[in-house]
């Protein structure tokens, strides 16, 4: 089987690699044809050289260059010796010393970016007394809340005559004693100019200023929400704040004004003190 000729075009593909290499590989004498037709030219290999092929892309893989290569076949030597692999064990080595730095830099680096985004997109703030429209219950999820709002809150709010003053300030708040991303019981606030008659669905009454707020930008859908509540929570652990109250989630834009929802801004405030 091992006298069978393949032509050099099959004996490429069948080794993955291009007559392109194995014309240089030719040129440099690693890997001759068994045989040149002296009229056409053409090249042919045997399937027994397919083993050597092997053994040229594992040297390769191991850091041996093809002139190493070259010179370890003009010897007629079938493996590098002792001092070869010395040298590339030490070669080697180097590389991985070289690469475990750029990784602790990478990483260093990213820290710095991660530590300098998070300082841009927080802010620390004070939150003004107001009246707010209150309503609670419970949402399958956030995807939900737009809905709620425009559907069931925003009409009973006109409903009650309520004004809003601008810019406006609605917030939702979680009753839940633990987070979930279903069957969120909730509290949606929307300031108001005045309080009017309390409805079946709405309450009103004065929310107490907050002198110290760590506020936090976040874009995208709702579903994210938990992932910034996580980080801004950690941030204040971080910078010795202690949390007194619920976090509120602030709808700058959303489903009623923005159909991309990546685009969608929910600032989040967090009520801290030292």
Not at 99 to 128: N, V
Not at 213 to 239: M, T
Request: net charge negative.
């Amino acid at each position: 089987m091992n006298q069978q000729k393949l032509k050099i075009g099959d004996f490429a593909k069948l080794c993955g690699v291009t007559v392109k290499t194995l014309r240089h590989y030719e040129k440099l004498g690693i890997l001759i044809p068994k045989q040149v037709d002296r009229y056409s030219g053409y090249r042919y290999y045997s399937v027994g050289q397919m083993q050597k092929m092997a053994m040229i892309r594992q040297f390769q893989a191991l850091g041996l260059s093809l002139g190493e290569i070259a010179a370890l076949y003009q010897k007629e030597a079938h493996y590098p010796n002792q001092d070869v692999i010395a040298i590339k064990m030490s070669e080697t080595q180097a590389q991985i010393d070289q690469l475990q730095t750029r990784l602790q830099q990478l990483q260093a680096m990213l820290k710095s970016r991660k530590q300098i985004e998070e300082m841009e997109g927080i802010t620390i703030q004070s939150l003004p007394a107001c009246i707010v429209a209150s309503y609670q219950g419970v949402i399958k999820n956030y995807g939900e809340l737009g809905l709620l709002c425009c559907n069931v809150i925003g009409p009973e709010m006109a409903r009650l005559g309520c004004e809003c003053p601008e810019p406006g300030y609605c917030f939702t708040r979680e009753l839940n004693k633990e987070h979930s991303q279903e069957n969120i019981s909730i509290e949606y606030c929307e300031m108001v100019k005045e309080a009017k008659r309390d409805s079946d669905l709405i309450h009103f009454y004065h929310l107490d200023a907050v002198e110290t707020a760590i506020c936090y930008k976040h874009y995208g859908p709702y579903e994210g929400l938990y992932d910034s509540y996580s980080n801004l929570i950690a941030f204040a652990e971080k910078e010795g704040y202690l949390v007194i109250d619920t976090p509120r989630a602030v709808y700058v834009d959303g489903i009623w004004n923005q159909e991309d929802s990546a685009k969608w801004l929910t600032i989040i405030q967090l009520p801290v003190t030292r």
